[in-house]
């Protein structure tokens, strides 16, 4: 397999933050979990030490946010090279990611190489 940059494992039907993308996987491609802090490329940063920054994810009217710590943060707008604003998130609120480790996991769909077996 081809591994793409940041690749840390295949994901399973037991991650269940990527069951959706595992399931949509079909015959040729496999879902694997790449760490999108070491990923090039990636706006994702993590979030080391105490922080006056909330979780900004939208949870209800009038651009009420979420408020919980969080552990990671992405750089939106412009993207940290050209002076983006960076958002912090919790736990909860990673669009689809999961923080394992100390790596941000984040399902993938690649294509698998000819001469494996997709089950
Ligand atoms: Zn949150």
Same mark, same amino acid.
């Given at each position: @397999?081809? =591994? /793409?940059?940041?690749?840390?494992?295949?994901?399973? +039907?037991?991650?269940?933050?990527? #069951?959706? *993308? #595992?399931? @949509?996987?079909?015959? %040729?491609?496999?879902?694997?979990? #790449?760490?999108?802090?070491?990923?090039?490329?990636?706006?994702?940063? /993590?979030?080391?030490?105490?922080?006056? @920054?909330?979780? =900004?994810?939208?949870?209800? /009217?009038?651009?009420?946010?979420?408020?919980?710590?969080?552990?990671? @943060? #992405?750089? *939106?707008?412009?993207? *940290? =090279?050209? %002076?983006?604003?960076?958002?912090?998130?919790?736990?909860?609120?990673?669009? %689809? *990611? !999961?923080?394992?480790?100390? !790596?941000?996991?984040?399902?993938?769909?690649?294509?698998?190489?000819? +001469?494996?077996?997709?089950?």
């Amino acid at each position: @397999m081809t =591994r /793409p940059e940041g690749f840390v494992r295949d994901a399973t +039907a037991d991650d269940g933050f990527a #069951v959706r *993308r #595992v399931d @949509m996987a079909t015959a %040729g491609y496999r879902v694997v979990l #790449v760490d999108d802090f070491a990923r090039p490329g990636s706006e994702w940063a /993590p979030i080391s030490g105490p922080t006056s @920054m909330r979780c =900004r994810y939208t949870v209800g /009217p009038g651009h009420l946010t979420c408020k919980r710590e969080p552990v990671a @943060m #992405v750089c *939106r707008g412009r993207g *940290r =090279r050209y %002076g983006g604003t960076w958002w912090a998130y919790c736990e909860r609120h990673l669009y %689809g *990611r !999961k923080l394992e480790n100390g !790596k941000l996991l984040n399902p993938i769909l690649i294509a698998s190489d000819a +001469a494996e077996v997709v089950s």
